[in-house]
C-alpha cells in the first residue's frame, strides 16, 4: 500500500510536470484517472482483404467510442440547422449512400455538386471523396459539415453544442460529456476527439457478408450459373479498374464521361495538373446494387445505363465516350470501337453477377443502425 | 496579439530553470511588437463602409480580410539573422480583430535590428504535420478557435487558406455582387502543386530596432490592400469575382507579396 501510494504520488508529481510544461493549444487534457475505461474493441480484417490503410494504433477502437461514433454520425447536431446529420445522405439501407438523390441535398434544400459516396470499408479508402482530396479519415467529417451546401456548421460550433448536451426537451436524450467520458476517459470534447469516435465508428463499417463473399470463403452454391458467369466477365473486361476484393484500384480516371453543366474537372481541382482532367475516383462496387444512382454526378439510374455507357452502345448509336486528352486508356484501345465489348448476354451476366456484392446483413446490421437521433429526407 | 500567441512564451519561461541560465556569458533577451496596420492607398482600411477603386477603374469594399503571418527572422546590423522560435511564429491578422494586429514576439536576442523576413501562409511543413499534434493547435487549429471561425482552411484539399479578401463591387458576376479572393497552396502533399507561399523582406527605413532586456522596439508595418489589385499584375474583379484554389490565383499572391513597408519604429 505504501509502494502504491509512493508511485501514486510520483505519477502525480509527474502530471503536474506535465500540466505545467505543456506547449501551447495541447487542449488535450491527460486522461483522468477514470472506473469506467473504455473497453478495448477488437478489429479483424476478413482474412481475404488487404491490410487497412487506416492507422488503428493512433485510434484503437472501443465500445464506447464506436457507440459515441455512431451517435454523432447520425446526430443533426453536426449540421448548422441541426436537422442534417452523416446518416441523412449515407443511408443505411442504401449501403450508406443518399437513396434517389443523383447530387447531394444539404441545409435549406442546397443541392451540391457530386454524388454522396457509400461510407463503406472506409479503412480500406487511401483518399476520399470522388477527387480523393482527403488522404486521411479523421479529416473526411469536416468536409461535409462545413461544406456550405451540406450541413454548413462550423466544426468549433458543433463542439460547443455538443457540451451544452443533454438538451432540455429534446426528443431524444443525448448527452455527450458523458458519452465522451466513456469513450475518452475524460469529459473532454475536442475536434480530435470527435473525429476519432467518427473514425472508430466508420471503421466498424465493413461489408464483406454479400453471397459473393460466402462463395470466396469457399460456398460455390452461393452464385448461381449466371453470376459465375458474370464473374468471370467482370474479371476479364471490368477488373482493371475494379482490382480486388474493395473493387477498385483506387485510382483516378477519366472514363468517359461527357463534363457536366458545371464542368466538373474532379481530380484536376485538387492537383491542378492537367494530366488529371476529368479524372474521378474508381468507386468500389460493394452494395453497386443498393446505391443507385452513378457516377460522380449520379447521372445514371440503372447499372444498364452504366454498362451502355462503357460498352459504347447506347440506344441511339451515338458515341458515348467523350474523348479528350486524358480519357483512360483502356476505353480507348487503338484499331477498335471506344469502349469495353460487351454482349448483351455478357451486360446481363455481369449485372447479376454485381447484384451478388449487395450485403443484406451490411445494411440491416443495428449495429450500424440510427439510434434514434438521426434525420432523413 | 492574442492568448493563442502569448502561451508559448509564457510556458517557455515557467519551464526553465534559473541555474541553465546562469552561465558565464549569460544570453540577454527581450521583446519586439508588430503592428500590422492594412491600408488602402494612403487611407486607413475600413471595413464594409469605405468604397475604393482599384487601377482597371472598379470599385470595391473590403468585408472581410484576413492573412497569416509565419516564420518570422529579425535581421541585424551586420547581416546576421535571429530566428523567432517556430512554436511563436504564426500569427492570423484579422482586420476586424485589432489584437489580432499587434504581434509580441519574446525572448529576442538582445541586439540592433534593421529588418525583419517573414512568410504571408503556412509553410508545408505545418500544412502537413497531424492535425493533432501540438504544432497545429492554437492558432493553426483548424477545427478551433479563429482559424476555424474564420473558415482559412480547405477540409476539401486540406490546407491553410493563407490569405482571404472579400468584399462588394459593382463590377462582381457574382449573384450577390461580393468578390471572394481565398488565396493558398503550400506546394502540395503527394506531389507538387500550386505553391503560394511568398517571403517578404522588409529594411527598417533609416531607423534600428533596438532590443535591449528593458526597451521594446515597436515595428509598425503597413499592408496596402489597393496592391492586391495592383501589383505586378492589375487584376479584375470583373474578370475573376472569385479567385481560390486555381492556377491564377498566383497573380494575387505575387500581387501581395508587394503590399508590405515598414512605416516606422517606435521605441517604448
Sequence with gaps: MRKATGILGFLAVLLALAVSCKKSGTDNPEPKPSDNTPTPLQWTKPSYFPDPVYDLSKNPLTVEGVELGKFLFYDGILSRTDNIGCGTCHQQQAAFTHHGHDLSHGVDDKIGTRNAPSVQNMAWNTSFFWDGGVHDMDMVPPVPIQNKVEMDERVSNVIEKLKKTPIAGAAKQVDYPKMFKAAFGSDSITADRMMQALSQFMMTMVSATSRYDYFVRGDASALTAQEKDGLTIF?????????????????????????????DQGRYAITLNADDRLKF?????????????????????????????YANDKPGGK???????????????????????????????IIAFLKTLNDDDFIKDKRFSDPGVGTSF | MSAWVLAPALLVVSCSFPDEKDDTDPIETGSIQLQFDNIVGDQDLQLDSAKYMNAVGEDFTVNKLNYYISNIKLVRMDGSVFTVPQDSSYFLIREANPESQKLTIRNVLTGDYTGIEFVVGVDSLRSVMEPSEPGRKGIL???????????????????????????????????NGRYYYHIGGFGGRTERTLNNLKTIKLTFPGQKAIVTTSIVSKVLIQADIQKVFNGPAQLSIKQSSSLMFSDSSKYVADNYAGMFSVKEIKIN
Design chain 1, 235 to 263: 474479371k476479364q473486361k471490368c477488373a482493371s479498374c475494379h482490382a480486388g476484393e474493395l473493387f477498385t484500384d483506387q485510382k483516378f480516371r477519366n472514363n468517359g464521361l461527357m463534363p457536366n453543366r458545371i464542368n
Design chain 1, 281 to 309: 475516383k474508381v468507386p468500389s462496387l460493394r452494395n453497386v446494387g443498393l446505391s443507385a444512382p452513378y457516377m460522380h454526378d449520379g447521372r445514371f439510374t440503372t447499372l444498364e445505363q452504366v454498362l451502355d455507357h
Design chain 1, 319 to 349: 458515341d458515348s465516350i467523350y474523348v479528350s486528352p486524358t480519357l483512360d486508356p483502356l476505353l480507348n484501345a487503338a484499331g477498335q470501337k471506344r469502349g469495353i465489348s460487351l454482349t448483351s448476354a455478357e451486360k446481363q451476366s
Design chain 2, 141 to 175: 487549429d483548424k477545427d478551433m478557435g479563429p482559424t476555424n471561425e474564420e473558415a482559412m482552411y480547405w477540409d476539401w484539399n486540406p490546407g491553410y487558406i493563407f490569405l482571404k479578401l472579400e468584399g462588394s463591387s459593382d463590377s462582381a458576376t457574382t449573384a
